[in-house]
């Protein structure tokens, strides 16, 4: 949650790399093409956290929050699985091939 208004701000100068203003914020949330941003608003971190702070208040930070909350939970349990797998998967190789378990390794 601490770092959701630096991927907020990421997000929003990621979609402008091509020099128009495809990105931009307006208030209410709508993104709209051509309207009222030069391209220089999203030029660095700074400028255009300090324009969607400006044009829609510091909450919009925040915005995306629930869908990237979700991407990481969702990427946590996955990754947890596929380690756990893997481990017993290496503990299983070794003790068929003899060598005792993963002694050394930190798996048990």
């Known amino acids: 949650m601490a770092t959701q208004p630096v991927d907020t701000i990421k997000t929003l100068m990621q979609s ?3 020099g128009t203003t495809a990105g931009k914020v307006h208030k209410g949330g ?3 093409p051509g309207i009222g941003c030069s391209s220089q608003v999203f030029k660095d971190y700074w400028s ?3 324009h969607v702070v400006r044009s829609e208040g ?3 930070l925040w915005r995306g929050l629930a869908p ?3 991407r990481t939970v969702g990427a946590t349990f996955i990754l947890s699985y596929v380690n756990e797998s893997a481990g017993d998967a290496i503990v299983g190789w070794r003790r068929a091939a003899g060598e005792g378990g993963a002694a050394g390794v930190g798996l048990d």
Request: aromatic content about 0%; overall charge neutral.
């Open 48 to 50: 255009t956290a300090r």
């Open 58 to 60: 510091p909450g919009a």
């Open 16 to 18: 402008n790399l091509d």
């Open 30 to 32: 709508a993104s709209e």
């Open 68 to 70: 990237r909350g979700a």
